[in-house]
């Protein structure tokens, strides 16, 4: 097996990944680019997508860092729009952009026009985070966005099952396809249930944080792999028990949450630059299996599939946003106004990804016997609306945000519930901390327990200080001053270990014992002052 294809891939991703946070363009929609662009590069290799892989490989830890980083509480505010979008818009638009891809394109038979509606009906997890995430969208909309991302492959995956059964005969009927999709999400759902509280048993009774960190890099697997041999929905059981484990992870000790936080931040940025980078690379294998069909003709139909993918998304998002709230008077009493704004950035915001061209490239060549029907173009028109929405949306978001005038995150407002929240805490921890000293066992001596005290003030202070004024000479807020002299200090005391080391005076495990503990102090030093270690 020849790895320097995949070893290219991911480097050449990350690079590019990395130059993107010096534009302003969004790191997934340049590495599309790129992609795009090199796939016609001579010698370059086949990177066709293999739905063995992305599915069952790549999806699982995709989905499980987004839903680690989703708020379990938040979701659960907003169950009722990231239902409505996650289950009843994919099935809509599997219906509806199915529907009218059979009327625009000529011999398309209506069950593979169903199965390409299944096919691009979810928008992409990877792309919502990573898009939201850098746009900076309000917490509620990117609440939706996430919630429906984490789940509509489920609805998508076994719409798609559904369709692809009766597009090869085998005769599906109505009850046999709600019997399958409720068996897929309460079975998924189900799974992540049975295996939640054990895993995170294990987890807190492990005392070895590496071998903790193995075990959270196995779990999504996991949860996935044991979903699908029940033949059950993996996508749901792989959300369940991110969604428990990430609202349970003050409960794992603090050596495995940051190496945890390490770990799984470089396991999501190389796979998302990855899949962004695979994505462009399908120009050339896809246009090449067009076959029968001329590229003009097969880019008309691409539009024409293109645009029913987000007027759907539309016609589907501003009935039911005002619908849902005329029938609920709880709703209509939380909410007595809902900008009119919200609704279109949803609906704008459905970028598809790398989750539909897996899918698409399952499709089998063959049913029956017989060429599955027009294949090669389902594949080409999900491969130009994954294009599309990534480019068109994707590049459009931003300049929409700023037209409708959307509030942004409220940077003071968070500062202020940031400091209100640490002041609470470390009066109970003075208390605590008091408490503990009055007990003959827990004597100390007088410059120790002042040292616990400063700790304690100094972190209380930091989130305040934040708010206050700043240097005049400098230019720097008192935290910034802050985390620069503690840098400025530890910085010193590493450049004299590793003199006592070059001189022998210490060995180099005794070195790195010395530095690991100053990486700590520098890590809290910039948490206390609100930066990022």
Do not use: C
């Not at 996508?235 to 028990?241: D, N, R, T, Y």
């Not at 005002?322 to 029938?327: E, N, P, Q, S, T």
């Not at 400091?419 to 004597?443: G, I, V």
């Amino acid at each position: 097996m020849d790895v320097l294809p995949l070893v290219a891939l991911i480097a050449a991703s990350a690079a590019i990944a990395g130059a993107a946070r010096r534009t302003p363009v969004p790191a997934p929609l340049l590495l599309v680019a790129v992609g795009l662009a090199v796939s016609y590069v001579p010698g370059v290799p086949d990177y066709t997508l293999d739905p063995h892989i992305v599915l069952p490989l790549l999806l699982p830890p995709l989905l499980h860092t987004a839903a680690l980083d989703s708020s379990y509480l938040d979701l659960r505010a907003n169950i009722r729009p990231v239902a409505l979008l996650s289950v009843g818009y994919v099935l809509f638009a599997t219906v509806v952009v199915g529907y009218l891809a059979y009327l625009v394109v000529p011999d398309l038979p209506l069950t593979a026009a169903l199965v390409l509606g299944a096919v691009i009906a979810p928008p992409d997890a990877v792309a919502a985070t990573a898009i939201a995430r850098r746009l900076g969208l309000p917490h509620r909309i990117t609440t939706i966005l996430q919630g429906e991302s984490l789940v509509n492959d489920a609805t998508a995956i076994t719409a798609f099952k559904v369709a692809l059964a009766a597009a090869v005969g085998e005769g599906v009927s109505w009850a046999g396809g709600i019997a399958e999709f409720a068996l897929a999400a309460l079975g998924g759902v189900g799974v992540g249930l049975v295996l939640m509280v054990p895993i995170h048993w294990l987890r807190r009774k492990l005392r070895d944080p590496l071998l903790k960190n193995t075990l959270s890099l196995l779990i999504p697997f996991v949860a996935y792999a044991v979903a699908e041999r029940v033949h059950a929905s993996g996508v749901l059981a792989v959300v369940v028990v991110a969604l428990y484990l990430g609202h349970r992870s003050w409960q794992v000790d603090f050596a495995t949450r940051i190496q945890e936080e390490a770990v799984w931040k470089v396991v999501a940025f190389v796979l998302e630059s990855s899949v962004f980078a695979l994505i462009g690379l399908q120009l050339a294998y896809v246009v090449r299996g067009l076959g029968a069909y001329g590229v003009g003709e097969a880019a008309w139909y691409a539009l024409a599939v293109f645009l029913a993918v987000v007027v759907v998304r539309f016609v589907w998002v501003f009935p039911v946003t005002y619908l849902i709230r005329v029938l609920s008077p709880t709703l209509r009493e939380r909410r007595s106004e809902l900008p009119w704004t919200s609704p279109i950035v949803l609906s704008w915001a459905g970028m598809r990804g790398v989750v539909s061209l897996a899918i698409a490239f399952s499709i089998p060549v063959t049913a029956g016997g017989e060429p599955f029907p027009a294949r090669n173009l389902v594949l080409f028109l999900t491969f130009t609306t994954v294009i599309g929405t990534l480019v068109v949306q994707g590049l459009t978001l931003p300049p929409l945000i700023r037209l409708l005038k959307l509030p942004g995150r409220n940077a003071q407002a968070e500062t202020l519930a940031e400091a209100q929240a640490q002041s609470q805490a470390s009066a109970a921890s003075l208390r605590k901390l008091d408490e503990l000293l009055a007990d003959e066992r827990n004597t100390l001596p007088g410059p120790l327990a002042d040292r616990l005290r400063a700790v304690l003030e100094r972190r209380r202070n930091a989130v305040w200080e934040r708010l206050g004024a700043v240097n005049e000479i400098t230019g720097e807020s008192a935290d910034d001053t802050y985390r620069r002299l503690a840098g400025e200090m530890i910085e010193t005391e590493r450049e004299v270990f590793v003199r006592l080391r070059d001189a022998r005076r210490i060995d180099d495990e005794m070195m790195r014992t010395l530095l690991r503990k100053l990486d700590l102090e520098e890590a809290a030093a910039y948490r206390e002052a609100g930066g990022a270690a």
